[in-house]
């Protein structure tokens, strides 16, 4: 492991540490006290309508209070105290895919969008597979393509999209890519686990990726606590190998644990803080991120 001398002085930066999948097991408080102790973790929160309120999905109440504590003034035009990203699924990406073609899709995902916005997000993750409740059948035609166009330009000096590149949504992101040019808030996230905690057999990345988001590309699949540190040193040098000057790294399953519930028999299903903070750990003994005064 190098040291953070020697780490701290890599190339290319870690822009975002993300920990998917923040739900109603967890208390606000603490989520926001990690969140402004390092400010490079990002809190990615599922939305999905047909699971809200299970494992993962976050009740609209959660949100919402969530979004109020952090309002020490107006989110909308002051920068949000922590880092959130919604990662969209189900009914929600299909309206965003069927934008240019039908009016109610566009004034439902627009106005949920704007929602998300004043809540404090300024990411928002395409999950844009079967797994997630999409329907797939129609990724790589035109309309879908111009809809997801459509949506970037709409919200293109608030929120960054991030679009998953895997084989399911090939016929997306190649389509996207074979634009003269793409908007700026437009990034890509290579993801093969599509949240179910699959491993990445390798950490590679094609320079067309760096070139198409400005150099920022992110990494998703079967990251935790016990490979955190490998995936790190080892996306560092891919990025570094295909011109890459920032990433991200980002994982759902891995920072998940089953406990037993208040009736001392069912399991529960909960975002685990303490993984998360394990994987924070190790990030800050690479030298990619500190620990805030006093905690060194």
């Avoid at 494992?55 to 979004?67: I, S």
């Avoid at 919604?86 to 929602?115: K, M, P």
Wanted: proline share 5%; hydrophobic share 35%.
């Amino acid at each position: 492991m190098p040291s953070t001398t020697t780490a701290a002085a890599s190339y290319p930066n870690l822009a975002a540490l993300g920990f998917c999948g923040a739900d109603d097991s967890v208390n606000h408080r603490h989520l926001i006290l990690l969140g402004k102790s390092y400010p490079t973790i990002e809190w990615g929160i599922l939305f999905r309508p047909d699971k809200e309120g299970q494992p993962r999905y976050a009740t609209r109440q959660w949100v919402c209070r969530l979004a109020e504590l952090l309002r020490q003034n107006d989110v909308a035009t002051a920068p949000p105290p922590i880092r959130l990203a919604a990662h969209l699924c189900g009914s929600h990406v299909n309206n965003l895919l069927s934008s240019s073609t039908d009016t109610s899709c566009a004034n439902n995902i627009d106005t949920f969008l704007t929602e998300l916005y004043n809540w404090g997000f300024r990411r928002v993750q395409v999950n844009a597979t079967a797994v997630n409740g999409v329907h797939t059948e129609h990724l790589g035609e035109k309309a879908t393509i111009q809809s997801f166009l459509r949506t970037t330009a709409a919200h293109l000096k608030k929120l960054e999209f991030i679009v998953q590149k895997n084989e399911e949504t090939l016929p997306l992101w190649n389509g996207l890519l074979e634009q003269e040019a793409l908007p700026e808030n437009i990034v890509f996230l290579h993801d093969e686990s599509k949240g179910t905690g699959k491993e990445a057999s390798a950490w590679s990345i094609d320079p067309q990726f760096v070139t198409s988001s400005r150099k920022i590309v992110g990494y998703a699949g079967g990251i935790k606590p016990v490979n955190v540190g490998k995936v790190a040193q080892d996306t560092i040098k891919a990025c570094q190998e295909s011109g890459g000057k920032e990433f991200w790294i980002d994982m759902e399953s891995g920072v998940r644990s089953k406990v037993i519930g208040a009736s001392g028999k069912e399991e529960e299903d909960i975002f685990d803080l303490s993984k998360c903070y394990e994987c924070i750990d190790t990030i800050c003994e690479l030298g990619l991120i500190e620990h805030p005064p006093g905690l060194q």
